[in-house]
């Protein structure tokens, strides 16, 4: 398995995960629901999403999941329903939204509800569903080819910023691996970091990522102070391949990420895993229990 997160756009989109199977569904009233606000990055169920969102949000709340963040809003919808379906929809199952994914538009001129295609009226929206950040997902490899494009891109979040703020919320970028690797002498995660507002532009750290790319999410809160109110919670496997993992199951030590939570400024963290082996589902249900065990 190729572990680079430099996918196409197209991959992106439909990236399939393993279905869960018939056999485990039934049995996901074993694990027992955690009193942590513990959230979920829906990315993980995608294609559970696509074909029955309202059964997979509720198989999610079963869990014990409190709180889940969105992807793929498009032209006023998430997951085919408006704002004030997905909202009543969520509130019903005990859950809420604080964040959710967006992309820039730079490679999908033509959908609405990018950073630069009806940026406002994705802002208008994700209030209407109680959202309190919003955050730049990922830069697709055809928009970053260059030192020069990270520069663009620390002032369209900065501009993009400055509309979430007059909405009473703030706006984040989700880093992979790619912003840590050197390019033209730089690094591109210094240059949006030193590029943008630090009060506008927070940062959401995906503790996989970061570590993958030999990243020490530790010494990046030191040197971001409360510039981190988000995190992707995602494990890594002991093996050469090193492919995603259920929390829990892998090498990160996340109690000692989690021991540092105040001197980042986490306020939401949300399981992902990018790829599964184990049907989704089960990945996710092993996730929340292991963190159940953890000083969070």
Known sequence: MNQSSNITRQQFLKMGALAASAAFLPQLDVFAATSKKVGLQLYTLRDLMAKDPEGTLRKVAQLGY????PFGYSDGKFF???????????????????????TTGKTMPKTKGTLTNDWKRAVDDAAAIGQKYMVCAYLFPEERTKLDDYKAFADLFNKSAEVVKAAGMQFCYHNHDFEFVALDGKIPYDVLTSGTDKNLVKLELDLYWATRAGQDPVALFKKHPGRFPLWHVKDMEKTAEKAFAPVGTGSIDFQRIFDAKKTAGMTHYFVEQDVCKLPPLESIAISIKNIDKLKV
């Open 80 to 102: 085919g329903k408006t704002p004030k379906e997905f909202a009543a929809l969520i509130k019903e199952l005990g859950m809420t939204a604080p964040s959710g994914h967006y």
């Open 66 to 69: 409190k709180e889940v963040e």
